[in-house]
Protein backbone atom coordinates (compact mmCIF):
# COMPACT_ATOMS: atom_id res chain seq x y z
CA UNK A 1 0.00 0.00 0.00
CA UNK A 2 1.81 3.25 -1.59
CA UNK A 3 2.06 6.21 0.39
CA UNK A 4 -0.85 8.71 -0.79
CA UNK A 5 2.43 10.88 -0.86
CA UNK A 6 4.40 8.78 -2.74
CA UNK A 7 1.49 8.60 -5.45
CA UNK A 8 -0.49 5.83 -3.68
CA UNK A 9 -4.64 5.61 -2.93
CA UNK A 10 -5.19 7.34 -0.60
CA UNK A 11 -7.43 5.87 2.55
CA UNK A 12 -9.76 9.12 2.41
CA UNK A 13 -11.35 10.20 -0.79
CA UNK A 14 -14.53 11.66 0.89
CA UNK A 15 -14.41 14.56 3.12
CA UNK A 16 -15.14 14.32 7.00
CA UNK A 17 -18.56 16.65 8.04
CA UNK A 18 -17.43 20.14 7.36
CA UNK A 19 -16.81 22.76 10.03
CA UNK A 20 -17.82 25.00 10.77
CA UNK A 21 -21.31 23.46 10.90
CA UNK A 22 -24.02 25.62 9.96
CA UNK A 23 -27.60 25.67 8.62
CA UNK A 24 -31.04 28.21 8.12
CA UNK A 25 -30.30 29.01 11.92
CA UNK A 26 -27.59 30.24 11.31
CA UNK A 27 -28.36 32.15 8.34
CA UNK A 28 -31.78 33.39 9.83
CA UNK A 29 -30.05 34.52 13.29
CA UNK A 30 -27.80 36.92 10.80
CA UNK A 31 -30.61 38.21 9.30
CA UNK A 32 -32.43 38.88 12.32
CA UNK A 33 -29.05 40.69 13.59
CA UNK A 34 -28.96 42.80 9.98
CA UNK A 35 -32.79 44.24 9.98
CA UNK A 36 -32.38 45.24 13.92
CA UNK A 37 -30.35 47.88 12.26
CA UNK A 38 -28.03 47.96 15.58
CA UNK A 39 -24.98 46.20 14.59
CA UNK A 40 -23.55 47.03 17.94
CA UNK A 41 -24.12 45.49 21.01
CA UNK A 42 -24.95 48.50 22.81
CA UNK A 43 -28.08 49.14 20.34
CA UNK A 44 -29.02 45.83 20.02
CA UNK A 45 -30.46 42.70 21.85
CA UNK A 46 -28.07 39.38 20.02
CA UNK A 47 -24.94 39.85 22.07
CA UNK A 48 -26.53 40.43 25.50
CA UNK A 49 -28.95 37.15 24.89
CA UNK A 50 -26.19 35.19 23.67
CA UNK A 51 -24.44 36.33 26.94
CA UNK A 52 -27.38 34.96 29.26
CA UNK A 53 -27.74 31.87 27.35
CA UNK A 54 -24.07 31.19 27.61
CA UNK A 55 -23.74 31.81 31.33
CA UNK A 56 -26.76 29.50 31.83
CA UNK A 57 -25.07 26.89 30.10
CA UNK A 58 -21.89 26.71 32.11
CA UNK A 59 -23.20 28.03 35.57
CA UNK A 60 -21.27 31.63 35.38
CA UNK A 61 -21.94 35.62 34.23
CA UNK A 62 -20.61 35.97 30.80
CA UNK A 63 -19.76 38.94 28.92
CA UNK A 64 -18.74 38.37 25.25
CA UNK A 65 -15.67 39.89 23.58
CA UNK A 66 -13.89 39.96 20.67
CA UNK A 67 -11.92 36.98 20.80
CA UNK A 68 -10.17 34.33 23.33
CA UNK A 69 -6.96 36.01 23.45
CA UNK A 70 -8.57 39.47 24.29
CA UNK A 71 -10.68 37.30 27.10
CA UNK A 72 -7.55 36.28 28.70
CA UNK A 73 -6.32 39.71 28.72
CA UNK A 74 -8.94 41.35 29.92
CA UNK A 75 -9.12 38.72 32.56
CA UNK A 76 -5.69 39.91 33.73
CA UNK A 77 -6.81 43.28 33.49
CA UNK A 78 -9.19 42.90 36.12
CA UNK A 79 -7.08 40.49 38.43
CA UNK A 80 -5.03 43.46 38.46
CA UNK A 81 -1.98 42.25 37.73
CA UNK A 82 1.49 44.22 37.85
CA UNK A 83 4.28 44.06 36.07
CA UNK A 84 6.54 41.70 37.08
CA UNK A 85 3.78 39.89 38.88
CA UNK A 86 3.67 35.90 37.83
CA UNK A 87 1.63 33.85 36.14
CA UNK A 88 1.55 30.04 35.95
CA UNK A 89 1.24 28.72 32.59
CA UNK A 90 1.40 25.06 31.38
CA UNK A 91 4.29 24.99 28.95
CA UNK A 92 2.39 22.61 26.67
CA UNK A 93 -0.51 25.11 25.37
CA UNK A 94 -1.84 27.73 22.31
CA UNK A 95 0.60 30.77 22.79
CA UNK A 96 -2.23 33.05 23.64
CA UNK A 97 -2.40 31.59 27.02
CA UNK A 98 0.96 33.11 27.87
CA UNK A 99 1.48 35.28 25.42
CA UNK A 100 -1.64 37.46 27.38
CA UNK A 101 0.50 37.28 30.61
CA UNK A 102 2.93 39.06 28.85
CA UNK A 103 1.23 41.85 27.42
CA UNK A 104 -0.39 42.35 30.75
CA UNK A 105 3.45 43.13 31.64
CA UNK A 106 3.42 40.14 33.96
CA UNK A 107 5.71 37.02 33.91
CA UNK A 108 4.20 33.95 32.48
CA UNK A 109 5.99 31.04 34.00
CA UNK A 110 5.57 27.94 32.42
CA UNK A 111 5.30 24.40 34.22
CA UNK A 112 4.72 20.80 32.59
CA UNK A 113 2.21 19.07 31.97
CA UNK A 114 0.57 15.22 33.03
CA UNK A 115 1.77 12.70 30.75
CA UNK A 116 -1.83 11.17 30.47
CA UNK A 117 -4.07 14.35 30.04
CA UNK A 118 -1.54 17.04 28.70
CA UNK A 119 -3.35 19.60 31.41
CA UNK A 120 -0.94 21.50 33.95
CA UNK A 121 0.47 18.75 35.79
CA UNK A 122 -0.56 20.16 39.56
CA UNK A 123 2.74 18.42 40.80
CA UNK A 124 5.06 21.11 39.51
CA UNK A 125 3.44 23.92 41.09
CA UNK A 126 5.09 24.24 44.48
CA UNK A 127 8.55 23.99 42.98
CA UNK A 128 8.36 27.83 40.91
CA UNK A 129 5.81 29.07 43.85
CA UNK A 130 7.71 32.73 44.45
CA UNK A 131 6.49 36.01 46.64
CA UNK A 132 5.36 37.37 43.04
CA UNK A 133 3.67 34.25 42.09
CA UNK A 134 0.00 36.09 41.58
CA UNK A 135 -2.24 34.16 39.27
CA UNK A 136 -2.20 30.20 37.53
CA UNK A 137 -4.11 29.24 34.27
CA UNK A 138 -4.94 26.08 33.81
CA UNK A 139 -5.88 25.02 30.33
CA UNK A 140 -8.59 22.23 29.51
CA UNK A 141 -6.56 20.73 27.13
CA UNK A 142 -8.57 19.98 24.00
CA UNK A 143 -11.38 19.43 25.90
CA UNK A 144 -9.67 17.16 28.66
CA UNK A 145 -10.37 19.51 32.15
CA UNK A 146 -7.54 19.98 34.12
CA UNK A 147 -7.41 18.41 38.01
CA UNK A 148 -9.19 21.33 39.12
CA UNK A 149 -9.72 19.73 42.61
CA UNK A 150 -5.48 19.50 43.17
CA UNK A 151 -5.08 23.24 41.47
CA UNK A 152 -7.51 24.84 43.14
CA UNK A 153 -6.48 23.65 46.67
CA UNK A 154 -3.03 24.95 45.98
CA UNK A 155 -4.02 28.36 44.45
CA UNK A 156 -5.73 28.40 47.89
CA UNK A 157 -3.30 27.67 50.25
CA UNK A 158 -0.59 30.22 48.51
CA UNK A 159 -3.30 32.73 48.18
CA UNK A 160 -3.16 32.43 43.98
CA UNK A 161 -5.55 33.27 41.64
CA UNK A 162 -7.15 30.82 39.32
CA UNK A 163 -8.12 31.67 35.87
CA UNK A 164 -9.17 28.71 33.58
CA UNK A 165 -8.39 29.28 29.89
CA UNK A 166 -11.06 27.05 28.52
CA UNK A 167 -10.38 27.80 25.05
CA UNK A 168 -10.89 24.14 24.46
CA UNK A 169 -13.37 23.44 26.43
CA UNK A 170 -17.15 24.77 26.18
CA UNK A 171 -19.37 22.47 28.05
CA UNK A 172 -16.92 20.58 29.71
CA UNK A 173 -17.79 18.98 33.19
CA UNK A 174 -15.25 17.94 35.97
CA UNK A 175 -16.81 15.86 38.76
CA UNK A 176 -20.48 16.86 38.27
CA UNK A 177 -19.14 20.81 37.92
CA UNK A 178 -19.79 23.27 34.71
CA UNK A 179 -16.71 25.53 34.08
CA UNK A 180 -18.39 28.47 36.15
CA UNK A 181 -18.89 26.24 38.96
CA UNK A 182 -15.11 26.66 40.08
CA UNK A 183 -16.33 30.36 40.61
CA UNK A 184 -13.61 31.78 38.90
CA UNK A 185 -12.57 33.24 35.96
CA UNK A 186 -12.82 31.57 32.76
CA UNK A 187 -11.78 32.37 29.06
CA UNK A 188 -13.25 31.01 25.87
CA UNK A 189 -12.02 31.21 22.45
CA UNK A 190 -15.00 30.75 19.32
CA UNK A 191 -12.40 31.14 16.42
CA UNK A 192 -13.31 29.25 13.77
CA UNK A 193 -11.88 25.71 14.53
CA UNK A 194 -13.36 25.99 17.96
CA UNK A 195 -16.29 23.71 18.91
CA UNK A 196 -19.22 26.88 18.93
CA UNK A 197 -17.54 29.72 16.37
CA UNK A 198 -18.56 32.86 14.42
CA UNK A 199 -15.16 33.12 12.65
CA UNK A 200 -14.04 35.12 15.80
CA UNK A 201 -15.21 35.31 19.32
CA UNK A 202 -14.24 34.83 22.93
CA UNK A 203 -15.91 35.16 26.42
CA UNK A 204 -14.73 35.87 29.90
CA UNK A 205 -17.40 33.98 32.52
CA UNK A 206 -17.51 35.30 36.07
CA UNK A 207 -18.66 34.55 39.43
CA UNK A 208 -21.15 37.33 39.73
CA UNK A 209 -23.06 40.68 38.07
CA UNK A 210 -20.30 42.81 40.17
CA UNK A 211 -17.22 41.18 37.99
CA UNK A 212 -19.43 41.74 35.23
CA UNK A 213 -20.06 45.48 35.66
CA UNK A 214 -16.57 45.84 36.37
CA UNK A 215 -15.39 43.67 33.13
CA UNK A 216 -17.99 45.65 30.67
CA UNK A 217 -16.83 48.93 31.58
CA UNK A 218 -12.93 47.53 30.53
CA UNK A 219 -14.12 46.08 27.57
CA UNK A 220 -15.73 49.25 25.95
CA UNK A 221 -12.56 51.96 26.55
CA UNK A 222 -13.81 52.12 30.35
CA UNK A 223 -17.41 53.10 30.18
CA UNK A 224 -19.72 51.98 32.37
CA UNK A 225 -23.02 49.81 30.92
CA UNK A 226 -25.45 52.70 29.97
CA UNK A 227 -23.30 55.27 29.72
CA UNK A 228 -24.02 58.74 28.00
CA UNK A 229 -21.75 61.33 28.82
CA UNK A 230 -18.22 59.55 28.24
CA UNK A 231 -17.38 58.39 31.42
CA UNK A 232 -14.04 56.10 30.96
CA UNK A 233 -12.90 55.19 34.55
CA UNK A 234 -10.17 52.92 33.14
CA UNK A 235 -7.48 53.26 29.92
CA UNK A 236 -9.02 50.27 29.03
CA UNK A 237 -9.05 49.07 25.30
CA UNK A 238 -12.36 48.11 22.73
CA UNK A 239 -13.37 44.58 23.00
CA UNK A 240 -16.95 44.51 21.98
CA UNK A 241 -18.51 41.52 19.90
CA UNK A 242 -20.75 42.84 17.14
CA UNK A 243 -24.29 41.55 17.15
CA UNK A 244 -23.40 39.48 13.88
CA UNK A 245 -21.28 37.32 15.99
CA UNK A 246 -23.81 37.33 19.34
CA UNK A 247 -26.13 36.14 16.56
CA UNK A 248 -24.37 33.20 15.23
CA UNK A 249 -23.37 31.60 18.97
CA UNK A 250 -26.61 31.73 19.82
CA UNK A 251 -27.61 29.27 16.90
CA UNK A 252 -24.15 27.70 17.72
CA UNK A 253 -24.61 26.82 21.12
CA UNK A 254 -27.70 25.21 20.19
CA UNK A 255 -26.60 22.65 18.98
CA UNK A 256 -23.02 22.13 21.39
CA UNK A 257 -24.72 19.44 23.67
CA UNK A 258 -25.33 17.45 20.67
CA UNK A 259 -22.36 17.32 18.93
CA UNK A 260 -20.47 17.12 22.30
CA UNK A 261 -22.31 13.64 23.41
CA UNK A 262 -21.06 12.17 19.72
CA UNK A 263 -17.42 13.51 19.98
CA UNK A 264 -17.52 11.70 23.63
CA UNK A 265 -18.70 8.71 21.62
CA UNK A 266 -16.55 8.52 18.39
CA UNK A 267 -13.27 9.11 20.70
CA UNK A 268 -14.19 5.93 22.75
CA UNK A 269 -14.00 3.89 19.23
CA UNK A 270 -10.99 6.49 18.15
CA UNK A 271 -8.98 6.77 21.38
CA UNK A 272 -9.49 2.01 21.52
CA UNK A 273 -8.32 2.09 17.45
CA UNK A 274 -5.51 4.49 17.79
CA UNK A 275 -4.03 2.61 21.31
CA UNK A 276 -4.44 -0.68 18.73
CA UNK A 277 -1.46 0.50 16.74
CA UNK A 278 2.11 -0.01 18.07
CA UNK A 279 4.13 3.44 19.39
CA UNK A 280 0.86 5.29 19.46
CA UNK A 281 -0.29 6.70 22.42
CA UNK A 282 -3.84 8.99 22.70
CA UNK A 283 -4.61 11.28 25.45
CA UNK A 284 -5.41 9.58 28.27
CA UNK A 285 -8.26 10.40 30.83
CA UNK A 286 -8.74 11.20 34.13
CA UNK A 287 -11.97 9.39 35.62
CA UNK A 288 -13.17 13.16 37.31
CA UNK A 289 -13.78 14.52 34.04
CA UNK A 290 -17.12 13.77 33.01
CA UNK A 291 -17.75 15.16 30.11
CA UNK A 292 -14.77 16.01 27.49
CA UNK A 293 -16.51 18.19 24.52
CA UNK A 294 -12.60 16.99 22.74
CA UNK A 295 -11.58 20.05 20.94
CA UNK A 296 -8.80 18.25 19.51
CA UNK A 297 -8.12 14.20 18.66
CA UNK A 298 -4.84 14.31 20.15
CA UNK A 299 -1.80 11.62 20.31
CA UNK A 300 2.09 11.42 20.75
CA UNK A 301 4.00 9.09 18.68
CA UNK A 302 6.40 6.78 21.33
CA UNK A 303 9.70 7.48 20.10
CA UNK A 304 11.16 3.74 21.53
CA UNK A 305 8.68 2.00 19.01
CA UNK A 306 9.34 4.53 16.17
CA UNK A 307 13.28 5.10 16.11
CA UNK A 308 13.58 7.84 13.96
CA UNK A 309 10.52 8.73 12.76
CA UNK A 310 10.02 12.32 11.84
CA UNK A 311 6.29 13.32 13.05
CA UNK A 312 6.20 15.71 10.50
CA UNK A 313 6.78 13.56 7.80
CA UNK A 314 4.12 11.67 9.50
CA UNK A 315 1.65 14.38 9.94
CA UNK A 316 2.54 15.16 6.19
CA UNK A 317 1.51 12.02 5.20
CA UNK A 318 -1.60 11.71 7.09
CA UNK A 319 -2.86 14.92 5.15
CA UNK A 320 -2.09 13.68 1.77
CA UNK A 321 -3.98 10.20 2.83
CA UNK A 322 -6.97 13.02 3.51
CA UNK A 323 -6.90 13.19 7.02
CA UNK A 324 -7.16 16.39 8.81
CA UNK A 325 -4.24 16.69 10.60
CA UNK A 326 -1.92 18.67 12.31
CA UNK A 327 1.32 19.03 14.59
CA UNK A 328 1.18 19.97 18.18
CA UNK A 329 2.17 22.93 19.63
CA UNK A 330 5.87 23.68 20.68
CA UNK A 331 6.42 24.85 24.28
CA UNK A 332 5.44 28.28 25.02
CA UNK A 333 9.07 28.78 25.75
CA UNK A 334 10.29 27.47 22.54
CA UNK A 335 8.96 31.08 20.62
CA UNK A 336 10.59 34.11 20.19
CA UNK A 337 7.62 35.95 21.66
CA UNK A 338 8.19 34.15 24.72
CA UNK A 339 12.28 35.15 24.14
CA UNK A 340 11.13 38.75 24.33
CA UNK A 341 10.69 38.40 28.03
CA UNK A 342 15.01 37.60 28.00
CA UNK A 343 16.85 39.68 30.37
CA UNK A 344 13.61 39.30 33.23
CA UNK A 345 15.67 36.28 34.31
CA UNK A 346 13.96 34.05 31.84
CA UNK A 347 16.01 30.75 32.81
CA UNK A 348 17.57 29.75 28.90
CA UNK A 349 15.60 27.10 26.93
CA UNK A 350 17.66 24.02 27.82
CA UNK A 351 17.14 24.38 31.24
CA UNK A 352 13.36 24.73 30.93
CA UNK A 353 13.60 21.55 27.95
CA UNK A 354 15.09 19.80 31.21
CA UNK A 355 12.31 21.01 33.23
CA UNK A 356 9.43 20.07 30.81
CA UNK A 357 10.00 16.95 29.44
CA UNK A 358 6.22 16.15 29.17
CA UNK A 359 5.93 19.33 27.00
CA UNK A 360 8.79 18.72 24.77
CA UNK A 361 7.46 14.86 24.03
CA UNK A 362 4.31 16.43 23.12
CA UNK A 363 5.57 19.39 21.10
CA UNK A 364 8.33 17.09 19.45
CA UNK A 365 6.05 13.97 18.90
CA UNK A 366 2.48 14.89 19.58
CA UNK A 367 0.10 15.28 16.56
CA UNK A 368 -3.67 16.06 16.40
CA UNK A 369 -7.03 15.95 14.30
CA UNK A 370 -9.73 18.13 13.91
CA UNK A 371 -12.71 17.48 16.06
CA UNK A 372 -15.19 17.25 12.86
CA UNK A 373 -13.39 13.56 12.45
CA UNK A 374 -15.69 12.72 15.46
CA UNK A 375 -18.64 14.33 14.40
CA UNK A 376 -18.95 11.72 11.83
CA UNK A 377 -19.35 7.50 12.05
CA UNK A 378 -17.32 5.15 13.39
CA UNK A 379 -16.56 4.19 10.29
CA UNK A 380 -15.00 7.53 9.88
CA UNK A 381 -12.99 6.92 12.89
CA UNK A 382 -11.63 3.33 11.56
CA UNK A 383 -10.76 5.11 8.56
CA UNK A 384 -8.55 7.40 10.57
CA UNK A 385 -6.99 4.38 12.60
CA UNK A 386 -6.23 3.10 9.14
CA UNK A 387 -4.45 5.86 7.65
CA UNK A 388 -2.32 6.20 11.10
CA UNK A 389 -1.28 2.64 10.64
CA UNK A 390 -0.51 3.27 7.06
CA UNK A 391 1.73 5.91 7.23
CA UNK A 392 3.57 4.33 10.24
CA UNK A 393 4.10 1.00 9.23
CA UNK A 394 5.21 2.40 5.30
CA UNK A 395 7.48 4.53 6.55
CA UNK A 396 9.11 2.29 9.36
CA UNK A 397 9.28 -0.36 5.72
CA UNK A 398 11.18 2.35 4.28
CA UNK A 399 13.89 3.61 6.62
CA UNK A 400 14.52 -0.73 6.62
CA UNK A 401 15.10 -0.43 3.04
CA UNK A 402 17.04 2.91 3.30
C1 LIG B 1 -7.69 29.42 20.58
C2 LIG B 1 -7.01 29.57 21.90
C3 LIG B 1 -6.89 30.80 22.56
C4 LIG B 1 -7.16 32.13 21.90
O1 LIG B 1 -8.32 32.27 21.24
P1 LIG B 1 -8.47 33.26 19.99
O2 LIG B 1 -9.94 33.42 19.92
O3 LIG B 1 -7.90 32.57 18.80
O4 LIG B 1 -7.78 34.53 20.30
C5 LIG B 1 -6.40 30.83 23.86
N1 LIG B 1 -5.99 29.71 24.47
C6 LIG B 1 -6.04 28.51 23.85
C7 LIG B 1 -5.57 27.32 24.61
C8 LIG B 1 -6.52 28.41 22.54
O5 LIG B 1 -6.52 27.23 21.92
Known amino acids: MALALDGGNPVRRHDF ?45 TLAVTNGTHALELGLELLGLKPGDE ?38 LEAVRTPRTRVVIPVHMAGHVADMDAIGAWAARHDVVVFQDAAHAHGAVWSGRRIGDFGTLAAFSFQNGKLMTAGEGGALLMP ?3 WFDEAFARHSCGRPL ?19 AGAVLRAQLGRLAEQNARRESRWKTL ?17 RCDLNPHYM ?52 TAELAERNPVSEHLGAHGFWLHHRVLLGTDADCADVAEAVAKVLTELAGKKRSG
Do not use: K
Open 297 to 348: AMAALDPAAHPGTDRDLVVRALVAEGIPAFVNYPPVYRTQAHEALRGNGLPD
Open 17 to 61: PAWPYHDDTERAALLRAVDQGQWWRVGGSETTSFEAEFGEYHGGT
Open 271 to 287: SAALREIPGVVPQGRDP
Open 87 to 124: VIVPAFTFISTSIAVQRAGGVPVPVDVDPVTYCLDPQT
Open 226 to 244: GDTHYEHRTPSSNYRMTEF
Open 208 to 210: SQE
